[in-house]
């Protein structure tokens, strides 16, 4: 049996048809945006052991997926390991998805029950997908760079979209209670930066550490904090990662050093974690993010240099979100290719929207560091609000600009509609994660609007991690106590 469906949501009709034949086995090749088609013949299972066999011998490969190489999609194919033509060659016109799964009864039940199944039970009717990133990287003094066929597991895909969605919602929430008043002061937010941040963690290891400028709810909540500690933080009260003291700047968890708000200042810093994680050996390296607003900063300059110079595992990460405050990148910089402006340095640049990309480039960037010292990648990006809450972000861009990214390069719904169209997530599981973040975010927004400040008293606590002295120095006229409630999270 063969068809073709219009719209990927035919698929469960035909699937409930498909069961009712006796003996069949289904196959399920997406060969553009919309088009599916579901084939259902012993011969094609007879077909497809045969291939499978020789594909075996002559790659002797325990694993590989198998691509329709339609040049109908440009951006993303899902392919055969490159290296392996012969493979890719002989499995040109058939099926994208895993060979190694059955999709036979286990298939049917598991895709029959997505929809009940929520985000735990997930369908799986695709396990693992290979994707060409979306643009190509940019090298500088670099013979070879990222791959740019990445594979993309199932669980990969939910989490990455559960993570970005997260950041999404709780910066919504972020805003609306800095315009209710109950969140004061700074507070920037990191809409549409989303990808920048997933795409790196993914590839960071547990002996990794990562300091930022002052853009930070999203990194904090990747690197361990729920989103009542961020949000609790915002809103000043004890729930907050920093017991309220240290509000949307100053946010801090194990292997997470913050939340500088000295713009530039944080990558002198990061190249200093790095020569701790040199010194102590441990294998570990730093991301320095900053923004393309720092990026002119003599600091920053003096940072490549020594890092250089002592081979520091340290990735300079320029975050381009093309302004700095209301200045655009052209108006403030010299050389906007940011990802060269390391000179000796070599860098690399990748397309900041595309979490898949990120990862892959961060991948290749921890092994580079940690083999031969500093690099400078630059992630091209965009932020939808303004600077901060105070700055309506319209005046030195045009809303048309903004709509435009968010229409065509937003990196939530462009994951989103990735991952549908290789079948790693279905529609009712991506409505099911949007469901449990809301709720997850809603409820913690409301347990930040009531809970209780510390009292002023707790001011003085926990002025260092490791106090060495029983009084607080420099407190002049007072004779402080220093009290240490809480250990430093960042030894
Ligand atoms: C040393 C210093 N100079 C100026 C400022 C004021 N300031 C805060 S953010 C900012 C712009 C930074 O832009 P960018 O680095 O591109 O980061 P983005 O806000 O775009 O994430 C400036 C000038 C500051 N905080 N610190
Ligand atoms: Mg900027």
Redesign the pocket.
Known sequence: MLRTLSRVSELPIIVKQLQKVRNCNAAVAVTNKTIVTVTNTKQHQQQQQQQQQQHTKQTNRSSRSYSDNNNNRSNYNSNVNSSNNIGRQQHKNHLRFDSRRSYSSSFFGLFQNAAQAGVAKTNNYATEATVQVNRPFKLHRLEEGPETTVKLTKDEALKYYTQMQTIRRIETAAGNLYKEKIIRGFC?LYSGQEACAVGMKAAMRDVDNIIS???VHGWTYLMGVPPLGVLGELTGVQSGCARGKGGSMHMYCPNFFGGN?????QVPLGAGVALACKYKGNGGMCLAL??????NQGQVFEAYNMAYLWKLPVIFVC?N?N???GTSAERASCNTDYYTRGDALPGIWVDGMDVLAVRSATEFAIKYVNEQGPLVMETNTY?YSG?SMSDPGTSYRTREEIQEVRQKRDPITSFKELCIELGLITTDEVKAIDLKVRKEVDEATAQAKNGTELPVSHLWTDVYSNNLEPKLRGTNGYDIDHIQERKGVNH
Request: charged residues 20%; hydrophobic residues 30%.
């Open positions: 920037h400028a002052y853009r708000g000295i713009v530039g200042a900053y923004g393309d607003g720092a990026a975050e979100n302004y700095g405050m932020r600077h």
